[in-house]
């Protein structure tokens, strides 16, 4: 499949800003109504930006329901989920603690409930069933939608690449793939490090989203070693935090970003249909227009944000 | 010639240990091997990670084949766990806060130090760029005569009134008070050492049957300044934890939260020539250090590479050991007390303790 350039990404609508705590709480104040999420994805899609990568938030739910009321105006509008919203599962934990967590997240009426309740060694048995669980929990919100490519969000690709548990991500992969008929997208911060545990599990030319940026800001291995994998590596990169959280002129970020090989496609966020216009005008210019609004890139997760007048890219997907 | 690997052992597969884990395990001067008394876990990493996993902590000591430990246990095993590892002449990093009766805490400063031993406690707002850099500028003089400090702290962690682990109970070292507040006055330590005396200290639950949701007193320091703490972690305005310190000084007003640092001088001063008068903001994208390995923050990764890097050139007394985490011990004593004393009305609920199954579930782990 081909992934859309330019994807929508959605910490501007939950209060997440990595500049500044200020201005992530404008931004939730703003958006706290789903009704005004819903205007500026409108705006998106009018102005050719189709594809909303968005993490699996519970006010995603009500944007679902939206879409699904209207099927006509939302014909062409696809989702790339990412999976877990990591907060509500940390703060189960400390709640709860990690069984009592994961007991909390099952389906009431399932088996695997009553059977992490009595195991003593679950995890050995059936981490597969358990993910399965976990990822058609978060899925059901876009029951009906169209989700091309579905995420493992970053803390938990992170978690389980330090953890050296590379088998897990052939799990994720092969259930997406059999159950939703979509890609497995991974977001990162450690770009390199995941493409090699990828590829080491036989995931080939992998869709990988993570921060690439002129002055390498949470670019874990370095720099050099992203660009390098990009130069000669096998996969989908899709850039997000391509301003550094406004470290980097607008301009100057595109312009850096066009000069690499292998940029499948920019995540960027927005809040006008202005930003979201001058965002894309400036990726159009250095890429190149696009034939149709389908693009011809890839996708994922960044974000672009204007405060007066000027562009502040927001950084990344999702982080605790 | 390259340094010699460090044999780790991460004890505890919480929410902190298996972030822990992670990190330790990604780093490339690290072999991990792992201990939990709870199969849940430890076997998923035995069988994914492949990495040694043990289910007895003293089997696991006793095993000889260890340079330190990581305790990521819950609070209350702290002491008698990092006790048993310097008595085998382990280095020891111990997840905050550190014990729960500060004597314990001076104690085992004590012996790791006479020990040669490297010793670090998990406070990781001190590996924040931009706490780092309000350290900096506080010890600059910059900002002349500190007169006042707001230290605070505010999240999202209990929000209804059920749900009960060792975080949520007091006698096992849970609470806002210890989980939440140990940061910020941690921090104050750091920037200011050890407080004269508490007063006003209010530990008050919200939700919880067992133990403090918030937490708030006035810390004085020798030489008049005070600061204010004000912590509450039952405050879903917040998406996650939000630390922030502001600073009141003659010469300005500091403050930093995680994402930025924000210094007004009313002069410009030699002492930090980077600064202008007026308004100056550094924001995290230009004060933090990359990091090798990331997962969830910079400041993680820095502190267990700190630590390794301690240990492996025997970098014994440095700002993150024991000694500097018995301060903050101490001064939650003085919380405690302060609020024991009835000078100060408290809604806090009397602390009962009750028999808990964390040391049978650790079997030999804690005894």
Same mark, same amino acid.
């Given at each position: 499949?081909?992934l859309d350039?330019?994807?929508f990404?959605?910490?501007? *609508?939950?209060g997440?800003?990595?500049m ?20 500026v994805?409108?705006a998106a899609l009018?102005?050719?930006v189709r594809? *909303?990568?968005c993490?699996t938030?519970d006010?995603?739910a009500?944007?679902?329901d939206?879409?699904r009321?209207?099927?006509?105006r939302y014909?062409d *509008? ?5 999976m877990?919203?990591a907060?509500?599962?940390a703060?189960?934990?400390?709640e ?9 997240f099952?389906?009431?009426d399932?088996l695997f409930k009553?059977a ?11 981490a597969e069933g358990?993910l399965?669980i976990l ?8 029951k009906?939608?169209n989700t091309?490519v579905i995420?493992?969000?970053n803390?938990v690709?992170?978690?389980i ?10 799990l994720?992969a092969?259930?997406?793939?059999k ?8 977001v990162?911060?450690n770009?390199?490090?995941?493409y090699d545990?990828l590829t080491h599990?036989?995931?080939e030319?992998?869709?990988i989203?993570?921060n690439i940026?002129?002055?390498?800001f949470r670019t ?8 390098e ?5 096998r996969?989908?990169?899709i850039?997000?935090?391509v301003?550094?959280?406004g470290?980097i002129?607008?301009r100057?970020a595109?312009?850096?970003l066009?000069n690499?090989?292998?940029i499948d496609?920019?995540v960027f ?7 979201i216009r001058?965002t894309k005008?400036l990726i159009?210019?250095?890429f190149?227009r696009?034939a149709?609004?389908?693009g011809?890139?890839?996708?994922s997760?960044g974000?672009?944000e204007?405060?007066?007048?000027g562009l502040?890219?927001?950084a990344?997907?999702?982080r605790? | ?5 460090v044999?780790?052992a991460?004890?505890g597969l919480g929410?902190m240990g298996?972030s ?6 990604a780093?490339?001067a ?9 199969d849940?876990?430890l076997?998923?990493?035995k069988k994914?990670?492949k990495r040694p996993?043990?289910?007895?902590y ?9 340079d330190?430990?990581l305790i990521a246990?819950p609070?209350?095993?702290?002491a008698?766990?990092?006790r048993?590892?310097l008595?085998r ?8 806060p550190?014990c729960l009766d500060?004597?314990?805490s001076?104690?085992l400063a004590?012996?790791?130090?006479d ?12 590996f924040?760029g931009a706490f ?5 500028i506080?010890?600059s003089?910059a900002?002349?005569t500190?007169?006042h400090v707001l230290?605070?702290?505010y999240?999202?962690?209990?929000l209804r009134?059920?749900g009960?682990?060792w975080?949520t109970?007091r006698t096992?070292g849970?609470?806002?008070?210890y989980d939440?507040a140990?940061h910020?006055?941690n ?7 050890q407080?004269e ?17 918030e937490?708030?007193?006035?810390l004085?320091?020798p030489?008049?300044?005070?600061a204010?703490?004000?912590v ?7 998406r996650k934890?939000s ?10 007003r500091l403050y930093a939260?995680?994402q ?8 410009t ?7 202008a ?8 994208t230009?004060?933090?250090?990359p990091?090798?390995?990331?997962l ?9 590479d ?9 970098r014994?007394?440095t700002?993150y050991d024991?000694?500097?985490?018995a301060?903050?011990d101490?001064?939650?004593a003085?919380?405690?007390a302060?609020r024991d ?5 408290s809604r806090a ?7 808990r199954?964390?040391?049978g579930?650790?079997g030999g782990?804690g005894?």
């Amino acid at each position: 499949m081909t992934l859309d350039r330019l994807l929508f990404g959605d910490n501007q *609508f939950f209060g997440i800003n990595h500049m500044s705590e200020e201005k992530a709480r404008t931004q939730a104040m703003r958006f706290q109504d789903t009704a005004e999420i819903i205007r500026v994805l409108d705006a998106a899609l009018d102005e050719g930006v189709r594809t *909303f990568m968005c993490t699996t938030h519970d006010r995603i739910a009500e944007v679902c329901d939206h879409m699904r009321a209207n099927p006509a105006r939302y014909a062409d *509008f696809r989702f790339y989920p990412c999976m877990p919203y990591a907060h509500k599962y940390a703060n189960a934990v400390t709640e709860h603690g990690m069984l009592g967590a994961a007991l909390h997240f099952m389906p009431d009426d399932g088996l695997f409930k009553t059977a992490l309740r009595g195991a003593s060694s679950l995890a050995t048995k059936d981490a597969e069933g358990i993910l399965k669980i976990l990822v058609d929990m978060e899925m059901k919100m876009f029951k009906g939608l169209n989700t091309p490519v579905i995420f493992l969000q970053n803390v938990v690709v992170d978690l389980i690449l330090g953890m050296g548990m590379d088998e897990i991500f052939a799990l994720f992969a092969d259930h997406v793939r059999k159950r939703y008929d979509a890609e497995p997208g991974f977001v990162t911060m450690n770009m390199p490090r995941l493409y090699d545990a990828l590829t080491h599990v036989g995931i080939e030319n992998p869709i990988i989203c993570a921060n690439i940026n002129k002055i390498g800001f949470r670019t874990c291995g370095g720099l050099d070693a992203y660009t390098e994998l990009l130069r000669t590596g096998r996969l989908r990169a899709i850039a997000m935090s391509v301003f550094a959280s406004g470290a980097i002129p607008p301009r100057e970020a595109i312009e850096w970003l066009a000069n690499l090989p292998n940029i499948d496609a920019i995540v960027f966020g927005a809040s006008s249909r202005q930003n979201i216009r001058s965002t894309k005008v400036l990726i159009d210019e250095f890429f190149g227009r696009p034939a149709s609004s389908s693009g011809g890139m890839n996708t994922s997760k960044g974000r672009i944000e204007a405060y007066n007048g000027g562009l502040l890219g927001l950084a990344t997907v999702e982080r605790t | 010639m390259e340094a010699k690997k460090v044999r780790l052992a991460l004890v505890g597969l919480g929410k902190m240990g298996i972030s822990h884990f992670s990190i330790a395990n990604a780093h490339p001067a690290t072999e991990v091997v792992v201990c939990d008394a709870a199969d849940f876990l430890l076997d998923g990493i035995k069988k994914y990670s492949k990495r040694p996993a043990f289910r007895d902590y003293d089997e696991m000591l006793a095993s000889g084949e260890l340079d330190a430990v990581l305790i990521a246990t819950p609070s209350r095993l702290h002491a008698p766990m990092v006790r048993k590892a310097l008595a085998r002449g382990l280095h020891v990093f111990c997840e905050k806060p550190f014990c729960l009766d500060w004597r314990d805490s001076e104690a085992l400063a004590k012996a790791a130090s006479d020990k040669r031993l490297v010793s670090q406690v998990g406070y990781h707002y001190r590996f924040v760029g931009a706490f780092q850099e309000m350290k900096r500028i506080v010890a600059s003089g910059a900002l002349g005569t500190i007169t006042h400090v707001l230290a605070e702290a505010y999240g999202p962690v209990v929000l209804r009134p059920k749900g009960s682990t060792w975080r949520t109970n007091r006698t096992e070292g849970g609470g806002c008070l210890y989980d939440y507040a140990a940061h910020p006055i941690n921090l104050l330590n750091w920037y200011f050492g050890q407080p004269e005396s508490v007063s006003g200290a209010i530990l008050s639950p919200i939700f919880s049957a067992d133990t403090d949701d918030e937490v708030y007193a006035t810390l004085h320091w020798p030489g008049g300044m005070s600061a204010h703490l004000s912590v509450n972690w039952s405050d879903d305005s917040y998406r996650k934890m939000s630390t922030r310190i502001t600073m009141t000084g003659t010469n300005g007003r500091l403050y930093a939260d995680r994402q930025e640092c924000q210094l007004y001088l009313r002069a410009t001063s030699e002492a930090l020539p980077d600064y202008a008068k007026g308004w100056n903001v550094r924001y995290t994208t230009e004060l933090t250090k990359p990091v090798r390995f990331y997962l969830r923050g910079e400041e993680y990764s820095a502190q267990i590479d700190e630590f390794v890097g301690a240990v492996q050139c025997g970098r014994t007394a440095t700002q993150y050991d024991f000694a500097s985490a018995a301060v903050t011990d101490k001064t939650i004593a003085m919380l405690l007390a302060d609020r024991d004393s009835g000078t100060t009305r408290s809604r806090a609920a009397p602390v009962t303790v009750e028999k808990r199954s964390w040391f049978g579930r650790f079997g030999g782990m804690g005894r």
